[in-house]
């Protein structure tokens, strides 16, 4: 995604990130989009497309090492959002904020993982 970006001359904006269906991380089988936060104007080309990726409330914490163990991270924050009764229906969140563009060792990977939850007027 970068080296599209690159070559059509758009700036990142902001980490690489993604957007992923429960049914992911639960059944191993689910939708999935991955994003680069871009300046410009990207047109559309093959699987590639241009779209907003609009704001949600979040529970986050952040998953420092290789993504193999991420799913840590993903319980401890569904069972935060459980035991306060605060989930809702959403896609979870990755912001892949020292990635592997970045770093040479998969254990300097750095992950903010977000769970969608609600947040009351009060």
Do not use: K
Not at 86 to 101: F, N, T
């Amino acid at each position: 995604m970068h080296g599209f970006a690159t070559a059509r001359g758009l700036r990142c904006t902001g980490p690489m990130g993604g957007l992923f269906a429960n049914e992911l991380l639960q059944d191993e089988r689910g939708g999935a989009l991955v994003f680069v936060p871009l300046d410009g104007d990207a047109r559309p080309v093959g699987r590639v497309d241009a779209l907003v990726v609009s704001g949600a409330e979040l529970a986050v914490g952040v998953h420092r090492g290789p993504l193999h163990t991420i799913d840590l991270t993903y319980g401890d924050l569904g069972a935060y959002a459980a035991r306060h009764e605060i989930g809702v229906d959403g896609p979870l969140r990755e912001y892949y904020l020292r990635s592997a563009l970045d770093v040479a060792r998969d254990d300097d990977l750095v992950t903010e993982v977000g769970w969608p939850i609600f947040r009351s007027a009060g």
